[in-house]
Structure formats: structure tokens, C-alpha cells
């Protein structure tokens, strides 16, 4: 491959698909995350975009010397933006694609379910649990509602409380309330299993009625009593 000028004074006859691939990996990471079922996954994808980032930049950095282009040592290509900085100053071509890697490298930094991971706080994950439709609970699964497990028990019940505690990567949620019709006290129990990348599992496990715990169809009829009632 030779190196030309056009009439512009800008070489021309080198390709730029390898860099913009390096440019935009850090989106695909993001992409490919919807897929990953747990931080294992996650550690592989990223690994890929940090191992293939720097290659791209590499052989792109080899094909640009047998043309007689000149973007300096080759440990920069160990970082993507100073080399696509360097590359756009050889061959005097805009800075898009610095700035398109730029946005790229910010999102995938911001946006990884790493980072969200060590942002998770206990908050965020009880408002996840409170904001499940209510036919996310087992019992529940075949019947027609939308109403998440939040609104359902504010309508028929008083005195809700909710709680939060942690062992490991799961965490125990309950709820607590009165129901306003019977007077009957009650607590929900769900666990959320998240391991700081994406979350693993989210289950109902159990209701009391006045300290017992129901089961089969005690508890199913109790389930639709306070969160299908009136829906």
C-alpha cells in the first residue's frame, strides 16, 4: 500500500476501519453486556474490549509504517485516544474520530455494570423490589395485573414498612404492614441476589399472617387478597 496526496494535501489510500473498531469496542462492551448472565461474563467482555482495543490500534500502527506514516512508539497504541490523536495529526484528517472514541471510552467507564455494581446502593435496589409488578411473585404469575407490589399494598394496607439486610451477594427484603380491612399483620419476603456486576436472581420467598407463615393455598388466596383486591 502507497501512500498518496490528494488535492488537498492530505494523504489518502489508508484505511480507517481498524481504529474506528477500536473507537467505538467500549459501546459494544455495553451492547454485549445485555447478554452476560453474570460478573464472570462481564470480566471476559471487558477483558476482549481491553485486549483488542490496543491490537487494533497495532496493526493499524503497522499498516500506516509500510505506508511511510509515522505515529510515533508503539506503546502508544496501549492507549487508544493518544494514538488515534497521534494517527489524525500524521495522516491530517479531522479529530472525529478521537472525539467519537472520546464519548465511547466515557460511556463504557461510566455505564459497566462494574461500575453501577460499586454505585449500588441500598436504596436503588429496595425501589427495584418495591417498583415489580405484583405478578412477579410466584404465587401470582398467572393473574392479570400491573400494579407494582409498592401501589398494591399503599391500597390495602396501613402502617408499611420495608427493610433491607445483606449476606454475601443477596440481599433479604421485607415488607411490613397492617392490612387495613382485617387488621391483620403481615410480612413479605423477597431476596435479590446481586454479585457487583448484573443481578443473578430476584424471588419471593415467603408471607406471615400474623407471625405464620402461609403456605400452598393459604397463601396464594392471602397474596390476592392484599395485592389484587379492587386492581
Known sequence: ???????????????SGLVWYAAVLPLLGLFLENFAMNK?????????????????????????????????????AFLPTVYLFKRCFALRHNNAIVIVCLISFSYGVIGNGFTLGMTLDEDRLLNAVKNQSVTSIEPLKKETAD???????????????????????VRTVTASAVQKTTGDKLVLTFSVTHDGFTYLDYSFESVTKNGEQLK???EKEFLKAILLADS
Open 147 to 169: 400494579e407494582s407490589i409498592s401501589d398494591a399494598l399503599e391500597r390495602t394496607c396501613d402502617s408499611i414498612s420495608w427493610e433491607i439486610s445483606r449476606s454475601g451477594d
Open 40 to 76: 464472570y461474563h462481564g470480566f471476559m467482555i471487558w477483558g476482549i474490549v481491553l485486549f483488542m482495543r490496543p491490537l487494533c490500534c497495532l496493526l493499524d500502527r503497522r499498516v500506516l509504517r509500510e505506508a511511510g506514516a509515522d505515529t510515533g512508539p508503539a506503546a502508544i
Open 216 to 218: 400452598d393455598d393459604d
Open 1 to 15: 500500500m502507497e501512500l498518496t496526496e490528494n488535492s488537498n494535501s492530505r494523504p489518502s489510500g489508508i484505511r
